[in-house]
């Protein structure tokens, strides 16, 4: 089926925004673009003939509301190019908080030689930091035997193979040793608020990187209970907050002997990472 440029996207947008996504448009034409194997910034001429039949497969996928990172298979995070699967949640923007967490808590780079990422998924946290802090090496556990995989892809296509390594486990318990920090960005979505995210998390992106337990709070109990054993003299951990779960979180920390929490606040002023030292 041979159809110009303009009416593929008069017909994506049209769609898309009786999908009730927003932004439909820039929507469509992102996937046109995947569609014509060509990157996102090529200008296409209006008149041009294309094959619509592959955009209409990315349509369908689109407008039953699949995450537009899934269909494409990439997302940006930090300044990483990484690949996403449903294995894994996808990298989000406000996760970045918690890079910048890490360096304010080090001014000093040199300080940092050895990184933690629990619950890693895409590998995105423990990358970052190892873009940033030069001298170190880390590990990233995460349940999932997929996530792991993934995140071993994504070390590699970034350059960061050497100094990275991800196994699966249980948190971590599988380690034992010290580092100077620790990230995570555990699940904190109570288990009943799950069915009334919007559909491109509740229905595609996996329950156990999102369900947090009854109260949402369920992985800080047991990752905070293990940071003394994990963290080095000088080390701090910097876990990401769901909204509203700073105080919570804090008095968690605060009963495991962390006497001076601090949180740093996203873009939307939401405070995103709390940082124990």
Request: aromatic fraction near 6%; charge should be negative; glycine fraction near 10%.
């Amino acid at each position: 089926m041979v159809v110009t440029v303009a009416s593929v996207l008069r017909l994506g947008a049209s769609m898309l925004s009786a999908a009730g996504i927003d932004d439909a448009r820039r929507e469509a034409r992102m996937l046109l673009h995947a569609a014509l194997g060509v990157p996102d910034r090529t200008l296409l001429s209006p008149d041009a003939e294309v094959d619509g039949e592959k955009f209409e497969t990315l349509l369908a996928r689109r407008a039953a509301r699949e995450p537009m990172a899934f269909i494409l298979g990439r997302q940006g995070f930090w300044t990483l190019d990484l690949e996403v699967s449903p294995a894994t949640l996808i990298p989000r923007a406000d996760t970045e908080t918690l890079v910048h967490a890490a360096l304010a808590a080090f001014p000093e780079r040199s300080q940092v030689r050895t990184v933690l990422d629990l619950g890693t998924g895409t590998g995105a946290l423990l990358l970052a930091a190892l873009t940033e802090f030069s001298d170190a090496w880390g590990v990233g556990v995460d349940c999932s035997p997929a996530a792991a995989a993934l995140a071993v892809r994504n070390a590699r296509g970034n350059g960061l193979a050497g100094r990275a390594a991800f196994l699966c486990g249980d948190w971590a318990a599988a380690v034992n040793q010290k580092f100077d920090l620790v990230l995570s960005n555990p699940p904190y979505i109570e288990l009943g608020e799950i069915a009334a995210l919007m559909p491109e998390v509740a229905a595609y992106e996996p329950r156990a990187a999102l369900d947090g337990g009854a109260d949402g709070l369920a992985a800080y109990r047991t990752i905070v209970a293990d940071l003394r054993r994990l963290l080095a003299p000088g080390g701090a951990a910097i876990l990401e907050l769901g909204q509203g779960q700073a105080a919570p979180v804090a008095a968690i920390a605060r009963g495991a002997g962390f006497v001076a929490p601090s949180t740093l606040a996203d873009l939307g002023g939401i405070a995103r990472a709390l940082v124990l030292r």
